[in-house]
């Protein structure tokens, strides 16, 4: 990649307080300007396996497109996501195929590709409720919606916001990789600027800090990766760590 666009990620994981596995898993591929955090589908045979299924899918297909994305050619990056994104699912399908037993299976995605242009611009792909924000100039700025029952509730006006945070459906996904024939990923981008932060997580996190505390955490640490992974994980855990929580921080050295 060149050196006039080098984006790092950090990355952390945590089982959390309540759950006997960790069924999130993530990639950090600095040199490839790609990063990725899946989630397994909770209360799902295998969800562990459909999340590390897709981030392997994910590792593989990017190791094999090696050329064009460090050679800047990588025609669509919309397309290329796309791409992933169909692979993974896929391989997720073929999994549950020669083991009937992880039938049910799934996993949420969310992948953040940075190409590696002279402007630089986030594309963001994701299915499910694994989220991925931008942080900039001390605001936080949601960079997806979730593939929810609740957030198509809030679209069409059904709930209000402060209904939807109690709802028994909020974490009902309506698309999630491997459990159903077909998938339609939400993929979109943004330019960037040079001090910019991105923020990829499961809902392990979301689900014990809204946005605004995540915001203030990540104004806290000053722009420093490593303390906003620390210290979102730390507050996750301290709000009850419902869930696992995984965190992946990007910002350009």
């Not at 990620?9 to 006997?20: E, F, K, Q």
């Not at 509730?153 to 939807?164: D, H, K, T, V, W």
């Not at 001090?195 to 420093?224: A, F, H, V, W, Y």
Request: aromatic share 4%.
């Amino acid at each position: 990649m060149s050196s006039m666009n080098r984006w790092v990620g950090v990355g952390r994981s945590d089982i959390g307080l309540v759950r006997s596995s960790n069924q999130d898993a993530y990639v950090l591929m600095d040199h490839f300007g790609l990063w990725a955090v899946a989630d397994g589908m909770g209360g799902h045979t295998g969800g562990d396996i459909a999340a590390q299924t897709a981030i392997d899918s994910i590792k593989t297909r990017i190791e094999a497109s090696v050329e064009s994305l460090q050679q800047d050619s990588l025609q669509d990056p919309v397309a290329f996501l796309s791409d992933l994104l169909h692979h993974a699912h896929t391989a997720i399908l073929e999994r549950v195929h020669h083991e009937p037993s992880l039938k049910g299976m799934g996993t949420t995605i969310v992948v953040l590709l940075i190409p590696p242009h002279p402007t630089p611009v986030a594309y963001v792909a994701h299915l499910g409720d694994s989220r991925a924000y931008l942080f900039r100039a001390g605001e936080l700025v949601a960079l997806t919606r979730d593939h929810t029952l609740i957030e198509k509730y809030l679209e069409r006006g059904i709930l209000s916001p402060q209904m939807a945070r109690t709802h028994p459906d909020r974490h009902v996904l309506t698309q999630a990789l491997g459990v159903s024939s077909s998938i339609r990923p939400s993929i979109s981008s943004y330019p960037l600027h040079p001090d910019d932060l991105l923020l990829l997580c499961s809902d392990g996190l979301t689900k014990m800090l809204d946005d605004n505390r995540i915001r203030e955490i990540c104004s806290k640490s000053q722009g420093d990766p490593f303390s906003i992974c620390d210290s979102l994980i730390a507050a996750s855990l301290d709000g009850g760590g419902l869930d696992n929580v995984t965190v992946v921080v990007v910002g350009h050295v």
